[in-house]
């Protein structure tokens, strides 16, 4: 049996037990799933290989130097490979979770939606259209409402560069649309 001298100075990586990781992370891997995938059961599917993957592949993933990180890049991998497998692509209408997450993005952006044609749908296909680090930017913190440290952890960058890239981010939602479409200062 290990002391608790012993057990304190294994590195807190090598404590992490994968089944509380999956359990703290799911929420935010389902919400991911939800961006990209049409109906709940594609979400179930894509969340459930998520956990078998780093199951599979535990020891590994203790490895990384970021263990969220490197979560994160298999949750896209399964979300994408669930999305090619079923032929879908992204919904190209607003789903009920991205009407809070284009809300918010809104205001950040600084665009007001009664001088687009088609309000959130315009939005919507703006966001698709940013970068991968962009379009995951404006998922974690406007759709799942996940602050700027976490996104760091989560994405294995810090927390200015979360801010920044997420800036960049909103400016380039601006241009997508326009610059007509720009109100007032940023809130």
Known sequence: MTSDDEWAAVQPTHRLSYRPFCDSHEATWRGLARARLHDQELVDQAVRSIRRELRRNWVCVLS???????????????????????GQAPPRAVVADWIVAIRRA???????????DNGYEELYAAILRLPERQYDMIVLRYMLDID????????????????????????????????????????
Not at 110 to 116: G, K, V
Not at 180 to 187: E, F, H, K, V, W
Request: net charge positive; aromatic share 6%; with cysteine.
């Open 64 to 86: 990384q130097p970021d263990i969220e990180a490197h979560a994160w890049m298999i949750a896209k991998r399964c979300i994408a490979d669930r999305e090619l497998s079923s």
């Open 148 to 187: 700027y440290r976490m996104i760091a952890v989560y994405l294995g960058i810090t927390e200015s560069n979360a801010r920044t890239t997420t800036s960049q981010g909103l400016a380039k939602l601006r241009r997508f649309l326009g610059a007509d479409t720009a109100t007032g200062d940023m809130q």
């Open 106 to 116: 809104q205001v950040q952006a600084r665009i007001s939606l009664e001088n687009l």
